[in-house]
């Protein structure tokens, strides 16, 4: 099977850690039959300053008509508002209807306190339907912008909540070592404030899980104050926390705090049949141009994607080989209180596939 | 002076530390010069179900007419949607236009990592209007909520967060030791995602701390997804935080995770001239009736209403007993690792007063 994948690497260290994400699927073993072919693509703040548009339609296209699969690195975010911006990676989720945010949280198991979990963000609605309006009131301005939660979206995302709590427990079964008994899943939301919208969400969500195929799985509440509470108090007790959209993105770097670096965690944006990996730390404009940056969130995005694309092996032969690198943490970068350069890192993993 | 203060219990614990918070203020040496009252008066889900109101009118003009300032304690939340309830605490702070919710949190100064920041939640907007709506659509429900955000609220919520940030730095330069070495506002928003919205909220706040008064106090901004990041990264960076109501909920159950207990976490919600003390915890139904509930979080908000009324002298005695019976650590609640009953810590702090 040959698959082709969409490059985006978008500005800062986007562009660093993008190539390594090539590099560790073309060092894939030939055994797993399995080929790659790529196609490099713009977006991001540079291109909106060169072409006017932060995400091509050209992009687009490309990515529905050709591509099976995408790694994106990052874009910057303009310090002041720029007229006619807006964040491509936002775009490209609604435009491709990727519907469900894939992020795996979790330390080494020999780590003090090992934590394993995934936040699954409903990735298209809520408050990112970004329609707002601004009005002129006697006590000045006043703006307002539209939360939207669907019935259909929030069945959707919790199915896939439950199908990846299956998927992890499978692995467990299979013999992976792991601190959960059982799957869980964790809904989040705000329904004693939001009785409607989250209420919704929140309602939707206990149905697609009633569903027999999920009668193994855990099902339980919390509100989203008190899901960053206990996020930090007993992270170990969460397998799979499904949350709409915004309190999914706050919860998904709440979590990253927890393993010491966003620089490790991975993410995939994740449709019908295709998948976008996506480091979940930004473009990093303090450290952009010294080859520093971490490229692990970037290699894990891509064995996520793979994952998502039913290549369950090839991501395994990935992420076993950046645990390795972690777990013997010899050659570290900056972030993790090491000194080992990008290059270094991506050698070191390249090395163990 | 004589400050006549509305005691709300509520639900669940609520009832074992409202009465605390009373004693403290009775236990204030009369070298002060201040006498209290007290007005016993009825608020929650209790309520809700004896009276068919959560917060009754009567305890709404009781508040607005005879008093200075209350104590609320904490309610429950159905576990399932009720028709017709809605939370009263929400409802007291929208009537009584108590504009900012200021949640400091702290940990001694001899804390292996010490922090020390307040909170400052705007507290009458947002997704807290309540502007729900649902319709049927071919594909199944959709609910939306309208978040709403004014110059007036941004304005003033960012003011007070200016003003708190001076007032700490007149501690601290009046000799009181600390981990910060200048005033800081951090405002926190989303803006590169609702731009009108968080964008109105981000420019007024700017433009509200830009006044001559706070030239002293730096000022920068987070994204609120990065915000809660750093929170746990370098929680010690921070002084004072200020938000937009749904960012500042979040933030403030994120921050009480630092200091190990939300039992520490006091809030005061403020209007002109009026301040509703309330601990940050809920009702905990798990220990409610075992005498076993940390009453720390209600006396130090007992304390942080008299700061807003202009008690600041007497507000440091309280604080001063609570930091002393903390930094002993010899009587200290369950939820602290210790075995004391709330009425041995009562004992112990009064005694300190
Ligand atoms: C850059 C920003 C628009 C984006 C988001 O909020 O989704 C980012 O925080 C993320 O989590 O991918
Ligand atoms: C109980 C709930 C409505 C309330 C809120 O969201 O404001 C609580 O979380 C708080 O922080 O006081």
Avoid: W
């Avoid at 979790?106 to 408050?127: S, Y």
């Amino acid at each position: 099977r040959t698959l082709r994948i969409g490059l985006i690497p978008g500005d800062g260290i986007g562009k660093e850690v993008i190539p390594a994400g090539r590099r560790v699927l073309e060092a894939l073993p030939a055994s797993l039959g399995l080929k790659f072919e790529f196609v490099d693509l713009q977006a991001g703040f540079e291109t909106f300053e060169q072409t006017g548009a932060a995400l091509p339609d050209k992009t687009v296209e490309v990515l529905k008509r050709e591509c099976d699969g995408a790694l994106f690195g990052a874009v910057s975010s303009p310090t002041k508002a720029v007229k006619g911006y807006s964040s491509p990676i936002v775009a490209l989720r609604k435009k491709l209807d990727l519907y469900a945010n894939v992020r795996p949280v979790k330390t080494v198991l020999t780590a003090a306190k090992p934590i394993d979990m995934v936040i699954v963000r409903e990735n298209t609605e809520d408050l990112y339907v970004k329609e707002e309006k601004t009005f002129d009131t006697p006590e000045g301005k006043v703006a307002e912008a539209i939360k939207r939660i669907s019935q259909r979206a929030s069945s959707r995302i919790a199915t896939i909540a439950g199908e990846i709590a299956l998927r992890r427990q499978n692995i467990r079964a299979a013999g992976a070592p792991s601190i959960h008994q059982g799957p869980l899943v964790t809904i989040t939301h705000k329904s004693n404030v939001l009785s409607q919208t989250d209420g919704l969400f929140r309602t939707t969500a206990r149905e697609a899980l009633a569903d027999p195929r999920f009668k193994d799985v855990a099902v339980e509440e919390q509100i989203v104050d008190s899901m960053v509470y206990k996020l930090f108090r007993q992270p170990e007790a969460y397998d799979v926390i499904v949350a709409p959209n915004l309190y999914g993105d706050i919860l998904s770097d709440g979590a990253a705090a927890l393993v010491g670096s966003l620089g490790l965690v991975p993410s995939a944006n994740v449709g019908e049949g295709f998948a976008i990996g996506e480091p979940c730390h930004g473009s990093a404009p303090d450290i952009m141009g010294q080859g520093i940056a971490n490229p692990i969130a970037t290699l894990r995005s891509a064995a996520l994607m793979l994952e998502f694309l039913d290549e369950e092996a090839a991501a395994a032969k990935i992420y076993a080989a950046v645990d390795a690198n972690l777990e013997e943490g010899r050659l570290l970068s900056p972030d993790l209180g090491g000194t080992a350069k990008t290059e270094e890192v991506v050698q070191d993993i390249l090395r163990r596939i």
